[in-house]
């Protein structure tokens, strides 16, 4: 075997961890010396830059223009919505309040700044009329990533309600353009560890100490989002279904195991539908619900989102009213809806939304180091999710609608 043939078996997050080590060794020794191997990190963020806008906006449309089904205008498709919707909002919102306590960017000072990309905090009625384009070539220009969003957002509204043939046709054309980009992005993370490499020795040389209170403080208030979320999950359990918290952790148990060595919403799916069966929850739910999950539900990508730009926010000293917390809000929804549940996309959807607020992109490379640590915990939190809410969706058919789903089945779900 090869030096190289065995380097490519190691896994990703080892390659990057690994090179998050050196690069923080070799910022060590070197110091401000460092610097000058400065452009290998700049070309890591200008690839995830190429690669992530055109990555987002398929796999939004891809996501929605998918739903074939009849079922998805009508109950069952209204309730998952709402119940991702909620969680992914839920997530969004806890992660930009512990970082507010936790205050991870703090004590971390990065010399670009913001008020150089924002003359002024716009009002929340000029925040939700500037999310709308009115020549999106222009947008496109301009980059304006909330803009391009909403119009990608609008555009696999209407391909739902274009004939069928014509429907499936773009569907799979979305698809495969999603398929495409997801390749795309697994060739910039092939690169990842020499970006991050060079990303983490020049800050290492730069900040020096800094950086020790940050990742603790990134990590852990990760972390403490994450136990939130599944508190937030088991309570939604027992408000909305009869199945007992118990039952569910124990068919769940695969999904765990999955999601902390794959670190893949999209590789769980499998798993996540034997459990909805060991649920004997009805493939006809599942099929559907599990599958759109890994798509569209990402509340650990919500968290890391929300985290993330608290902490570049907190670095430069830039203050956060409520209108930009609003926008971030808003903007934070869509982009986890086309994250792509493949491992290290989030570090994308990251670049984005930082790069939409004219925030500096220097600290990309330090949560590409140590996203590895937490992306195990927020992948399981996505598909945990996805199968509670799959649960809920489930016995709320098996109470309401019982002549929707086959008797056996209701039988079976009375009894638990």
């Excluded at 070309?43 to 079922?71: C, E, T, Y």
């Excluded at 909403?150 to 569907?171: C, E, H, R, T, Y």
């Excluded at 979305?174 to 992005?185: T, V």
Aim: one cysteine or more.
């Amino acid at each position: 075997m090869t030096l190289f043939k065995k380097y490519t078996n190691i896994s990703l997050f080892k390659r990057i961890f690994t090179a998050m080590i050196l690069g923080v060794g070799a910022g060590l020794i070197f110091k401000e010396n460092i610097l000058i191997i400065r452009p290998l990190g700049t070309v890591f963020i200008n690839l995830l830059q190429m690669a992530a806008l055109p990555l987002i906006i398929v796999n939004l449309i891809a996501g929605i223009a998918s739903m074939n089904d009849s079922r998805v205008l009508g109950r069952v498709g209204i309730k998952i919505f709402a119940y991702y919707l909620l969680t992914t909002c839920l997530a969004l919102i806890v992660g930009i309040f512990v970082a507010g306590i936790m205050k991870p960017g703090v004590g971390f000072e990065l010399n670009s700044g913001f008020k150089t990309a924002i003359k002024q905090i716009p009002s929340f009625g000029e925040t939700i009329i500037g999310l709308l384009p009115r020549n999106i070539f222009k947008a496109l220009s301009e980059g304006r990533v909330d803009q391009i969003v909403i119009f990608s957002l609008f555009v696999a509204i209407g391909i739902l309600f274009i004939p069928k043939n014509q429907k499936l046709f773009m569907a799979n054309l979305f698809e495969n353009f999603a398929e495409l980009f997801r390749k795309l992005i697994w060739i910039v993370m092939e690169y990842a560890p020499v970006g991050v490499f060079a990303l983490m020795a020049t800050t290492v040389g730069k900040y020096g100490s800094q950086l020790v209170g940050f990742v603790a403080k990134y990590v852990i208030s990760t972390y403490l989002c994450v136990i939130f979320m599944f508190i937030v999950y088991t309570i939604l359990l027992i408000l909305f279904s009869k199945l007992s918290p118990k039952k569910l952790f124990k068919a769940a148990g695969p999904v765990l195991v999955t999601t902390m060595s794959t670190s893949s919403s999209m590789a769980t799916v499998p798993v996540t539908l034997a459990a909805a069966d060991e649920l004997k929850i009805p493939r006809s739910i599942s099929g559907f619900t599990v599958p759109l999950g890994a798509q569209m539900n990402k509340d650990g990508n919500g968290i890391m989102l929300a985290i993330s730009f608290m902490a570049v926010a907190q670095a430069v000293g830039v203050p956060l009213p409520l209108p930009v917390l609003l926008k971030v809000l808003l903007i934070g929804l869509i982009l986890t809806t086309g994250a792509g549940g493949v491992p290290g996309g989030g570090i994308v959807t990251i670049a984005i939304i930082v790069d939409a607020f004219g925030l500096p992109l220097e600290m990309i490379g330090i949560i590409a180091g140590i996203f590895g640590l937490v992306d195990m915990g927020l992948t399981t939190a996505n598909c945990f999710g996805d199968l509670v809410g799959t649960s809920i969706v489930g016995f709320s058919e098996k109470r309401k609608h019982p002549e929707a789903l086959p008797l056996e089945v209701v039988d079976e779900l009375a009894e638990n």
